[in-house]
């Protein structure tokens, strides 16, 4: 069966409905690129291969993001990982270059990027005015990938920048994803998006995953135990343990930086709707940031006003958050492919024909 999203076999997760896009792309403005590294097969030779792994490249709009900030928070799940940048950003609630993940060792080399490439675009970051803070996250890829290499060098977060639409974004073994496992099964990149109706404020929330994260027998599927009906296919002789998950989210709704804090803490649910439930060694971070406001850098008036939604009005945008977190994972393994990689340690997809069996026995497919 071809690689497919999960409402392409008639799986609609949750109540509310998807965007034009069902994506982070929904949300007017926000870009995605994508920078894949595959590279020599066999064993493992630290520092040199085999490759596999990337980059994947998150902006906010298409100004630039320095001058023209968002508001944003993260929140800490369980904090077994190596971000850059969230002290600030929660401290000051504004996010001020594009977001970039990547693999664990990694992180420092893509900030280098991002400050340079910042530095590039704002010559007076140092100068005439202060630093620039970058945002970096990640998950551990060493089960696929010759990890020690650090082979995501400058010239990779420059294509992946490069390579950023507005219209179409690729998911499953693609960027920073190209590495991940999910479940045992191949994981990576998904995403997803809810919009809330008209009397709602119309607002769009949109969902990126990085899924890295689980054991065979947690996997649910629409609450259907898939796990446990696949836990011998395709497993491997070394069961995935701990793992992390990235979830970036994004929204046109006029929000608070106090108010994206909650927000990302709802990315908790759709999260544990898969399954998950934050093992020891996991690093399970989530990002939120609203592009309905952008903040100049350079500010020529000692007050300025910002609209918000009132907090009683949150809980749409908590609904969708989560549905588009939870639809945003089983996309991340419905369209990976297989991946061998190191030491000729195997990935395998998630088989859909048998999901589709699966699901359909318990009556979750809507036809």
Avoid: W
């Avoid at 030779?45 to 490249?57: E, K, L, N, S």
């Avoid at 709802?266 to 020891?280: C, V």
Wanted: aromatic fraction near 6%.
């Amino acid at each position: 069966m071809e690689r497919v999203r999960a409402r392409d076999i008639g799986l609609n997760l949750g109540v509310l409905e998807p965007g034009p896009k069902n994506s982070i792309l929904d949300v007017e403005g926000v870009k995605v690129g994508h920078c894949t590294l595959i590279r020599g097969k066999g064993k493992l030779i630290p520092g040199r291969g085999p490759v596999r792994t990337g980059v994947t490249v998150i902006f906010p709009h298409g100004e630039n993001p320095f001058k023209l900030k968002v508001r944003a928070c993260s929140h800490v799940i369980n904090g077994f990982g190596k971000p850059i940048g969230l002290i600030q950003l929660n401290e000051l609630g504004e996010l001020e270059t594009p977001i970039a993940l990547t693999n664990t060792l990694n992180v420092g080399l893509v900030a280098d990027a991002i400050v340079q490439y910042m530095l590039d675009l704002n010559p007076d970051i140092g100068v005439s005015t202060g630093s620039v803070n970058p945002v970096v996250l990640e998950c551990n890829d060493s089960y696929l990938n010759d990890i020690r290499g650090r082979h995501v060098k400058y010239e990779h977060v420059y294509e992946a920048i490069r390579n950023a639409s507005s219209t179409h974004m690729d998911e499953g073994a693609i960027g920073a994803g190209t590495g991940m496992s999910a479940f045992e099964f191949k994981g990576g990149i998904g995403t997803a998006s809810r919009r809330l109706p008209k009397r709602l404020g119309g607002y769009t929330v949109g969902a990126l995953v990085l899924s890295n994260f689980g054991r065979r027998e947690d996997l649910k599927i629409g609450g259907v135990p898939v796990g446990l009906e696949l836990k011998d296919y395709g497993r491997s002789r070394i069961p995935q343990s701990g793992g992390s998950i990235v979830m970036v989210l994004a929204t046109d709704a006029p929000l608070s930086a106090r108010q994206l804090g909650r927000l990302a803490k709802r990315a908790t649910h759709g999260l544990a709707r898969t399954g998950s439930y934050s093992s020891n060694g996991s690093g399970d971070f989530a990002i939120a940031f609203s592009t309905a406001v952008k903040i100049p850098h350079y500010k020529d008036k000692l007050e300025f006003e910002e609209r918000k939604v009132h907090d009683s009005y949150l809980s749409p945008l908590f609904k969708a958050a989560a549905e588009a977190v939870e639809e945003a994972i089983i996309n991340s393994l419905f369209k990976a492919v297989t991946v061998e990689g190191r030491d000729n340690h195997i990935r395998y997809a998630i088989l859909l024909n048998k999901v589709v069996e699966i699901l359909e026995k318990y009556g979750r497919l809507k036809r």
